[in-house]
């Protein structure tokens, strides 16, 4: 599946700052295509993913060298300036560097003259006729279910309507957001979080509380047999590690790191580092079932099925949690 989202840059400082962005949706030794004309922002686009990256030395202009390795917070840095190659040395020097563990970023990707590998295409163009700068960015490095897949494995979970109503709900929420996000400038990956959010609860019955429900649906012997069983293999899990776990086993593990991190407290778990973990984590507190309300809403029925309306510290850690990733997220206010 593939995110094409297009940005558009008004100035050098949203060309920094959307760089900048991107670094906070990177789950694993990536390549990083990028193409653009001359003077149409890649560098600075760098500098601002760079310094994101923990990487305090400025990206010189491209065409000063081929290679510059960087050492950052996590992984390397390798940085390609195809621009003065032919297209057999281009890709004699792309080649040289492919199991390479590190983020990969090459500048002038269209000297490969060849069909890119999976990979981020990013390519900044600077229209004449107006001020600023258009970014579009293929994401092709995440794989994903389908939504037809979604449906399958809740068949299979036998899965409560409400809850897969929930997911939908929340799907929609964390949809809209990144794509409010975008429209602000920040890169997100928003068919990611719309899928994490469709599968997010599919493992639900895992932390099931007796009286809690908004559904007064009895869960058939069939379900219980079914579940039983996930228990059983997954014993000891909450909902999210065992939603993960399944996951990983399919061949989804950037999906996995995303749904794992949206519970409560989840940095006990895996660190919530990632703009997709955020805004799965921030939906999901925005949604009692299918309807869509305020984190104070949410809350006040948290308390009222799990604490009998009583504030418990897990609670209020829990609300100011969601808070805080609210302000991070959306400093300007949320859209709704």
């Given at each position: 599946?593939?995110?094409k989202?297009t940005i558009?840059?008004?100035?050098?400082e949203?060309?920094?700052?959307?760089?900048?962005?991107?670094?906070?949706?990177?789950?694993?030794?990536?390549?990083?295509?990028?193409?653009?004309?001359?003077?149409?922002?890649?560098?600075?686009?760098?500098?601002?993913?760079?310094?994101?990256?923990?990487?305090?030395?400025?990206?010189?202009?491209?065409?000063?060298?081929?290679?510059?390795?960087?050492?950052?917070?996590?992984?390397?840095?390798?940085?390609?300036?195809?621009?003065?190659?032919?297209?057999?040395?281009?890709?004699?020097?792309?080649?040289?560097?492919?199991?390479?563990?590190?983020?990969?970023?090459?500048?002038?990707?269209?000297?490969?003259?060849?069909?890119?590998?999976?990979?981020?295409?990013?390519?900044?163009?600077?229209?004449?006729?107006?001020?600023g700068?258009?970014?579009?960015?293929?994401?092709?490095?995440?794989?994903?279910?389908?939504?037809?897949?979604?449906?399958?494995?809740?068949?299979?979970?036998?899965?409560?309507?409400?809850?897969?109503?929930?997911?939908?709900?929340?799907?929609?929420?964390?949809?809209?957001?990144?794509?409010?996000?975008?429209?602000?400038?920040?890169?997100?990956r928003?068919?990611?979080?719309?899928?994490?959010?469709?599968?997010?609860?599919?493992?639900?019955?895992?932390?099931?509380?007796?009286?809690?429900?908004?559904?007064?649906?009895?869960?058939?012997?069939?379900?219980?047999?079914?579940?039983?069983?996930?228990?059983?293999?997954?014993?000891?899990?909450?909902?999210?590690?065992?939603?993960?776990?399944?996951?990983?086993?399919?061949?989804?593990?950037?999906?996995?790191?995303?749904?794992?991190?949206?519970?409560?407290?989840s940095?006990?778990?895996?660190?919530?580092?990632?703009?997709?973990?955020?805004?799965?984590?921030?939906?999901?507190?925005?949604a009692?079932?299918?309807?869509?309300?305020?984190?104070?809403?949410?809350?006040?029925d948290?308390?009222?099925r799990y604490t009998?309306?009583?504030?418990?510290?897990?609670?209020?850690?829990?609300?100011?949690?969601?808070?805080?990733?609210?302000?991070?997220?959306?400093?300007?206010?949320?859209?709704?």
């Amino acid at each position: 599946m593939t995110s094409k989202p297009t940005i558009w840059l008004r100035e050098a400082e949203n060309t920094n700052s959307c760089g900048f962005s991107l670094a906070q949706s990177i789950y694993r030794p990536v390549t990083i295509y990028l193409d653009g004309e001359l003077g149409a922002g890649k560098t600075t686009f760098l500098n601002g993913f760079s310094t994101a990256l923990g990487i305090s030395d400025y990206l010189t202009s491209p065409t000063y060298a081929l290679e510059q390795r960087y050492e950052t917070d996590s992984l390397e840095l390798l940085h390609l300036d195809l621009y003065r190659l032919s297209t057999e040395d281009a890709r004699k020097l792309v080649a040289s560097t492919d199991d390479h563990e590190a983020i990969r970023c090459i500048e002038w990707a269209e000297r490969l003259d060849s069909p890119l590998d999976d990979g981020i295409k990013i390519f900044i163009t600077d229209p004449k006729e107006k001020e600023g700068r258009e970014l579009s960015i293929s994401f092709d490095d995440m794989p994903l279910p389908s939504y037809q897949d979604i449906l399958k494995w809740r068949k299979e979970m036998m899965l409560p309507a409400h809850i897969c109503d929930h997911c939908d709900a929340v799907a929609m929420v964390a949809r809209d957001l990144a794509l409010h996000m975008i429209g602000s400038g920040t890169i997100v990956r928003s068919e990611a979080v719309e899928r994490a959010g469709q599968i997010h609860d599919l493992f639900r019955f895992v932390d099931f509380t007796l009286g809690a429900s908004h559904s007064d649906i009895e869960h058939t012997n069939e379900q219980h047999t079914v579940w039983k069983d996930i228990k059983d293999k997954f014993k000891g899990m909450r909902h999210e590690q065992a939603c993960a776990e399944f996951l990983r086993e399919r061949g989804f593990p950037d999906l996995a790191t995303i749904v794992q991190a949206h519970g409560p407290g989840s940095k006990m778990i895996g660190s919530r580092d990632t703009t997709e973990q955020k805004l799965l984590f921030y939906a999901d507190k925005r949604a009692i079932v299918d309807k869509i309300v305020t984190v104070e809403e949410r809350f006040e029925d948290f308390q009222n099925r799990y604490t009998e309306g009583k504030e418990t510290l897990e609670g209020k850690q829990w609300k100011e949690e969601t808070k805080a990733v609210e302000a991070e997220l959306f400093p300007d206010g949320v859209p709704f």
